[in-house]
Every structure is written in C-alpha cells, then in structure tokens.
C-alpha cells in the first residue's frame, strides 16, 4: 500500500486505514474525543492535547515507519476511529520498546466489528511488513470489551507485566498487558 497523501496504507472490506496528518487534530477532536469513548483512556482530551499527540505520531511513523492510523469508512468517507502501532513507552511499564497495538472506535460504530476488521490488518501490518517478534495491548482491568476482544484474537494475558500508570485514574489502574507472538499469530489466521 502507498504511504502518502490520501493513500490508505492498509485497506480492509470496509475501510482506509490512513497516516494521521497535519489538521487531522479538529476532526478526532469532534468525532472520536466523547466521553463514552474516551472513558479507559482518562476521559476527553483538550484539541491542544491531541495535536501534540498528533505531531509525535507523525514523527513516529516519519522515523519508524509504522504508527496509529485513521479508520476511515469507505461506505461514507467517515472517520469511525483509529488503529496502529507505537512502541510501548508508558511511565511505569515493563517492556518499554515492545510493540503495542491500540484503537478505539467511534461509538455509534461499536459492535459492528470495525475494531477487529481493523486489528486484524495492523496485526498483519505488525508481523509481515514491519517483522515485529511480538505485539502488546494495554488496557485496564475494568475495561472489559477491550481485554475480551484481545482474548479473542488469541492474545495471551501477561499479568507479570501489569503496572500503575499515573496518566489514569484508581479504578483505571492497573494496566493490563496482553500479548501475541508472531506463531500464536500465525497459527490464528
């Protein structure tokens, strides 16, 4: 897949997983940033907040060449959430560098199957194109779709690994880790 402009970089049945770019900031700022959505992840943030996010993820992927990604819907041209890699770098935990998968999708698309439409493809992304050994999910202990959903992609829990992490809240601590090997992976396709 290309990886400029408007280009997907991955493509799935119903959706362009596209780079975060310059201006992106306002729109995850309207349609992703609720409260019901942003709930596990220490509530809304401010548009200041996720342009800098925006500005690491941009040099990320510039220097890593993988990162989050926008979900877009091919259907309608919607942002219905995002998807991607980063490298585990949370203050507290005990795999810095490993790679880690994240999302979240816009609530009136949950339960439509766009996480893991869009999980499946980054997974892929992970161990083919970018030769990870292994990929991470994060989450917390409360935030039970999401561990299930890693349960069902065959991710292993790693409780030797779970950490407090100061961005967030008591009942959101503490982090929980999930795991895939590149095998498990494979085995699961």
Request: hydrophobic share 40%; aromatic share 8%; net charge negative.
């Amino acid at each position: 897949m290309a990886d400029a402009g408007d280009e997907p970089i991955l493509r799935t049945e119903r959706l362009d997983l596209r780079a975060i770019r310059p201006g992106d900031a306002e729109l995850q700022y309207r349609v992703l940033n609720t409260p019901a959505v942003m709930a596990r992840l220490g509530g809304p943030l401010t548009l200041e907040a996720i342009a800098q996010k925006h500005t690491k993820t941009m040099e990320f992927h510039a220097r890593e060449g993988f990162s989050f990604l926008f979900a877009i819907e091919r259907e309608t041209g919607e942002l219905v959430g995002h998807c991607g890699l980063k490298r585990v770098d949370s203050v507290g935990a005990k795999n810095p560098g490993d790679v880690e998968i994240g999302w979240l999708i816009r609530e009136d698309r949950w339960r439509q199957g766009y996480a893991i439409e869009a999980i499946r493809a980054v997974l892929e992304w992970a161990f083919v194109t970018h030769d990870a050994p292994h990929v991470v999910a994060l989450t917390s202990q409360s935030n039970e779709p999401s561990w299930r959903l890693m349960e069902r992609l065959g991710m292993e829990r790693r409780s030797d690994l779970d950490f407090d992490d100061p961005r967030f809240p008591p009942e959101d601590n503490p982090t929980i880790l999930y795991s895939l090997n590149r095998d498990a992976w494979e085995r699961s396709r």
